[in-house]
């Protein structure tokens, strides 16, 4: 059983659009949700993170959205670049630290 | 500071056979998780060790087994390698003394099994 729901699987954005990949959750035990990029060989690199306490974290160009009654959160990359083309997991921890399936993102010159 | 290391980068091994991975946190962190990670799939959560001691395991057979070191380093063991072991191991460590919180990932260990 899949503990956190990814999508879209996949997402082509133009430089300078908004990149959104939401993420739903089951556990409201989970008291964690960070975000990480992942470039082809390399590992998991932490983007952002928030806590069930707060609704919006910002970082950059980088926001995370925070539905807890609808048990779902989601990323927004501002300003695409060609350069954020990776593929991105949500998770979610409490016990056990759980990843989305991935969304690879390809953004277009 | 260096980041999260593992070794070796690369290993192939044949089925049947025993396979350890080395993991090396970074300096100050006591906590260090294990992954897997199948092509084209999320990471899917090992093992937690935090001072030594096991503190979460996931959903994996008992061929999979880990330890920590009093310098805070570890190594899986995968005994009985099987073709769907094929992967990318990741190890990560963080500085929570409870819980996961920020986990900083190393490059990973890509193991094939033929």
């Known amino acids: 059983q899949q503990q956190v729901k990814q999508s879209p699987q996949s997402l082509i954005v133009q430089k300078g659009g908004i990149s959104i990949i939401n993420c739903a959750y089951e556990n409201t035990a989970f008291d964690y949700f960070p975000w990480y990029q992942q470039f082809p060989g390399k590992g998991p690199a932490l983007l952002i993170a928030i806590r069930p306490d707060v609704s919006e974290k910002k970082e950059g160009r980088f926001t995370i959205s925070f539905n807890k009654s609808a048990k779902q959160f989601s990323l927004h990359i501002m300003d695409s670049q060609p350069g954020d083309s990776a593929t991105y997991f949500c998770a979610a921890s409490g016990n056990q630290f759980y990843f989305g399936t991935g969304t690879s993102l390809t953004v277009i010159p | 500071d260096a980041g999260v290391t593992q070794s070796p980068t690369h290993l192939i091994k044949t089925r049947g056979q025993h396979v350890t991975l080395r993991c090396s946190p970074i300096s100050g962190h006591k906590s260090v998780s294990w992954y897997q990670q199948v092509l084209g799939q999320g990471p899917q959560f090992i093992f937690q060790?935090?001072?030594?001691?096991?503190?979460g395991r996931g959903n994996f057979p008992d061929r999979f087994s880990a330890r920590q070191f009093p310098n805070y380093s570890s190594e899986l063991n995968v005994n009985a390698l099987l073709l769907g072991d094929s992967a990318l191991y990741l190890c990560?460590?963080?500085?929570?003394?409870?819980?996961?919180?920020?986990?900083?990932f190393g490059p990973g260990t890509r193991l094939t099994v033929t």
């Open positions: 060790y935090y001072e030594k001691e096991e503190r």
């Open positions: 990560a460590s963080s500085l929570l003394t409870k819980g996961f919180g920020e986990q900083y």
